[in-house]
Every structure is written in structure tokens, then in C-alpha cells.
């Protein structure tokens, strides 16, 4: 069982920067993907960024140059630096983390609010 906190979250203005953290409890270490997806009421769920198992690193077009994800093992955590945020960030955005046999887990969320 993997339980999974996010923080961060808050209202900025446009050009502003967020960071955003993950905590992991239970057995992380095992994970296939751990990262971010963020979700606006009128669309769909979608990822932002996220680590893979054999280090490597996906991310949605939008927010490459922009957005950085890291993680500190030591804390079992996952780290979501925006930087140039934009209203169009605007979203809820939750932690992911999925494992082998797809069994996939959620944070609750936090909200990222841009301002123009």
C-alpha cells in the first residue's frame, strides 16, 4: 500500500514560479511511474511529468522548458519545479504512481491557481 501527500499548490501570478511535493509512505522504491498529472474541471485527467524506473523522464509538450520534476530518495519524494507559469496552468493537480501488475495510486490533489 503507498500512500501519496502533495503540497505546494497556491495562487500566483502569471510569469510566477511553484513548486510542488509528493511524499510517498510505503514501498515506493518499486515504482514504474511516479510523477504528476493535472486535471482542469472541463478536460480530462493528463499528465504532466513523470519519472520512470529506468530514470528516465516524461513530459507533456506544454510544459517542457518550463516545468521540472526531481526526486530526493532520502525523503521518498517527487518534486514539481513551474517556473513561467501561465493561466492555461491552471488546474487541480495530483500525484501518481504506478507499479507493476497496474496497480496505480493518487494523492488527493492541490490546487494551482495562475493569475493574468
Known amino acids: 500500500q503507498v500512500q501519496l501527500v502533495e503540497s505546494g499548490g497556491g495562487l500566483v501570478q502569471a510569469g510566477g514560479s511553484l513548486r510542488l511535493s509528493c511524499v510517498a509512505s510505503?514501498?515506493?522504491?518499486?515504482?514504474?511511474?511516479w510523477g504528476w498529472y493535472r486535471q482542469d474541471p472541463k478536460k480530462q485527467r493528463d499528465v504532466v511529468a513523470v519519472?520512470?524506473?529506468?530514470?528516465?523522464?516524461i513530459s507533456a509538450d506544454s510544459v517542457k522548458g518550463r516545468f521540472t520534476i526531481s526526486r530526493d530518495n532520502a525523503k521518498n519524494t517527487v518534486y514539481l519545479q513551474m517556473n513561467n507559469l501561465k493561466p492555461e496552468d491552471t488546474a487541480e493537480y495530483f500525484c501518481?504512481?504506478?507499479?507493476?501488475?497496474?496497480?496505480?495510486?493518487w494523492g488527493e490533489g492541490t490546487l494551482v491557481t495562475v493569475s493574468s
Open positions: 519519472l520512470t524506473s529506468v530514470g528516465g523522464t
Open positions: 501518481y504512481a504506478r507499479f507493476r501488475g497496474g496497480v496505480e495510486y
Open positions: 510505503g514501498s515506493i522504491g518499486s515504482f514504474i511511474y
